[in-house]
């Protein structure tokens, strides 16, 4: 066979801004392929991928797994089908990267060494977003935290046009400061890489919202109601928000988000008007995701005491909600930790009438989320992936926000072991001394027993 269609799945966590996409030995025989060889990837747009052996519960699925950037380089989303046949692949002699808009970069000595080194031997199509792994490029941007990928935009490429390259040893690089418009989305948003667990609770939360705002004519078609509302629900710090940001940047819709304390505001009138400008610039910018955050602040079951204010957020709230104009187009996802908190004339049909619990991650989940949050931590040798899974099983009842403090406090542990041996007088820290601080195990430890 010359080349399979096959369906796209999210990568696993380790993968994440690598290049590569996984198949399993039935594609690589019939695709007479190797691990290592270059793939053409094509959905409504052609990229290429490195390709590598699935891990085995993936296996006889038909599938493949690519991470979010060579998702949207391809033109495709999870679910959706892609072709792949194995690439003639040329070696580049010149790529120019520049930064998508929104994306600062700061150029230091030898950034583009550091670069192509990250880089070397990946494949790249004219136009590609290419994800640069932070943990080697700090002292490049202020802008993107750890456990990110910068993307950088090959703009141009030479050869050019539909040729699939690869970058060698002899490839020029040259960086541009000046943004590149249009690409954004995936390229800074949270993408389904980044939620750890949660499969089935992602795969609702998919079929509720981002088909409907993908493919709104499936609706119409079946003379189905695509949903309005959707609540998620679940202890703090699980996932609500992140899903939400996921969904919305994966259905390229635009995210509003309404702290539900904080628009309570003190003027008559107020809390209304933020409501209803907010619904506005949904319905303007359409398709959009509202996202109400604590909505059981603004809307609680009305016989635990309700004021004066709440009566008039709510009932302005189902208004904006009952006169959405496109179904579909904008939809509402309130967050709570207890469904049975809010008014239940927010639950009625046609308003939040679907509910997804996102619950607390177990051992599993925890290592998932745990990889990461390490990704673009620089590890010592001794955190490797027999540590991180005896973290998940010693980390009982923490949800992913405790992780990532988790992550975050043993780093902080490796900076002050390091520290002694820092010359804070300096105006930039050398390489060679930020090359050495690694977080380990103990860091770990330490951090556990907080
Ligand atoms: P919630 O909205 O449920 O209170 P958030 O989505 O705000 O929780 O989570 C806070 C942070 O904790 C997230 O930004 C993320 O870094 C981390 N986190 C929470 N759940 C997960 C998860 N399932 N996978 C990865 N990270 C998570």
Redesign the pocket.
């Known amino acids: 066979m010359d080349e399979v269609q096959i369906k796209v799945e999210k990568a696993h966590p380790n993968d994440f801004g690598r290049g590569i996409i996984r198949l399993d030995p039935t594609t690589l025989l019939s695709l007479q392929l190797s691990p290592g060889d270059i793939v053409e990837i094509e959905g409504k747009r052609k990229t290429a991928a490195k390709v590598w052996r699935a891990e085995r519960q993936d296996w006889g699925q038909g599938i493949v797994r690519i991470d979010g950037f060579i998702r949207q380089n391809a033109g495709v989303g999870i679910g959706e089908r892609i072709t792949v046949k194995k690439a003639e692949v040329t070696t580049a002699t010149k790529v120019i990267l520049a930064p998508p808009e929104g994306v600062t970069m700061e150029y230091g000595d030898h950034i583009s060494e550091i670069i192509k080194r990250n880089i070397m031997k990946r494949p790249l199509v004219e136009g590609d977003i290419i994800p640069i792994i932070s943990s080697m490029t700090q002292p490049m941007t202020s802008q993107v935290g750890g456990g990110q990928a910068i993307p950088l935009i090959a703009v141009e490429t030479e050869p050019k046009e539909d040729e699939i390259l690869i970058i060698g040893e002899f490839t020029e690089i040259e960086l541009r400061q000046k943004p590149v418009r249009g690409y954004d989305g995936a390229t800074r948003g949270v993408t389904y890489e ?5 499969g089935t609770e992602i795969q609702r939360v998919r079929e509720m919202i981002e088909l409907p705002l993908k493919h709104p004519e499936l609706f119409q078609r079946l003379n189905i109601e695509p949903p309005k509302g959707i609540i998620l629900y ?10 939400a940001k996921a969904v919305a940047n994966e259905s390229r819709a635009n995210f509003l988000y309404i702290a539900g304390p904080e628009i309570m505001g003190k003027y008559y009138g107020e809390s209304e008007e933020r409501i209803r400008k907010i619904f506005e610039e949904a319905e303007d910018d359409a398709p959009s995701i509202v996202f109400i ?1 604590e909505i059981d602040s603004i809307a609680p079951k009305r016989q635990n005491v309700t004021g004066e204010v709440e009566r008039r957020v709510v009932a302005q709230l189902l208004t904006m909600m009952d006169g959405l104009e496109e179904r579909g187009q904008v939809i509402i996802i309130g ?1 709570t930790n207890r469904v049975d908190a809010i008014d239940p004339a927010l639950r009625r049909p046609g308003r939040f009438d679907r509910e997804i619990e ?1 619950g607390v ?1 177990d051992t599993e ?1 925890r290592l ?2 745990l990889q ?2 390490t990704r673009g931590v620089p590890l010592a040798e001794d955190v490797d992936e027999d540590f991180l899974d005896y973290i998940a099983k010693h980390t009982q009842a923490f ?3 405790d ?2 403090a988790l992550v975050q406090e043993a780093a902080m542990r490796s900076l002050r072991r390091a520290l002694p041996d820092i010359n804070l007088e300096d105006e930039d820290i050398p390489q060679e001394i930020l090359d050495t601080i690694t977080v380990c195990k103990e860091d770990f430890d330490n951090a556990l027993r907080e």
């Open positions: 980044d939620i750890g667990g949660l679940g202890p703090p710090g699980t996932g609500k928000t992140l899903i955050d967050a996102i991650p989940d998932e989320i990461i949050h949800v992913g926000a992780l990532l």
